[in-house]
């Protein structure tokens, strides 16, 4: 447990840290929904990334351990990559405590999955399979986090991971 909370402190550290070399890519704003579902987070990410750079194509969707999904597909926490070949540059697209930030960062956005435009975005499909080949672990207090990758050929995938519910933070 302890190890887990010390790798959340350096990965939030992390990436607090590279926000000082970042560029802010949109204005902060609060969500009217605070855990937005899988396909509205990322229609609201793809407006802000093609705004800041018309090229910009998803690198990497994610839940973090700060806000899992859901039933319902939303999830408190979300990490959005996009990358734009023309800025060579990403844009970090996240939400945390009901507010959503977009920083830029200089560089490359590691294997960039081939994700088609009708990639699978229905949040409650997912969490429905992640709760039928683990619903032992979700009866023993683990929560569902999911997020793309991309095989050596770039073929896209949903990887499901479980990950042990942290204490409801009574400032969320």
């Not at 937005?36 to 800041?52: G, S």
């Not at 032992?136 to 995938?157: D, E, N, P």
Request: glycine letters at 8%; a positive charge; charged letters at 15%.
């Amino acid at each position: 447990m302890t190890r887990k909370v010390s790798l959340a402190a350096l990965v939030i550290w992390l990436i607090l840290a590279s926000r000082a070399y970042a560029d802010a890519a949109c204005a902060t704003q609060q969500l009217r929904n605070p855990a937005p579902t899988l396909a509205d987070i990322y229609a609201m990410a793809e407006k802000h990334a093609r705004a800041w750079k018309p090229d910009a194509v998803p690198a990497s969707i994610s839940t973090t351990s700060l806000g899992m999904l859901q039933p319902n597909g939303g999830a408190a926490g979300w990490h959005i990559l996009f990358y734009s070949e023309s800025a060579k540059s990403t844009v970090s697209i996240d939400t945390f405590r009901g507010s959503l930030n977009c920083f830029a960062t200089p560089g490359p956005a590691g294997r960039i999955p081939d994700l088609k435009p009708d990639f699978q975005r229905d949040g409650p499909k997912l969490y429905a399979i992640a709760k039928q080949n683990g619903e032992a672990l979700l009866a023993q207090g683990y929560g569902v986090m999911i997020g793309t990758a991309a095989a050596s050929s770039r073929h896209a995938t949903w990887n499901i991971s479980y990950n042990k519910e942290r204490a409801k933070d009574p400032g969320s």
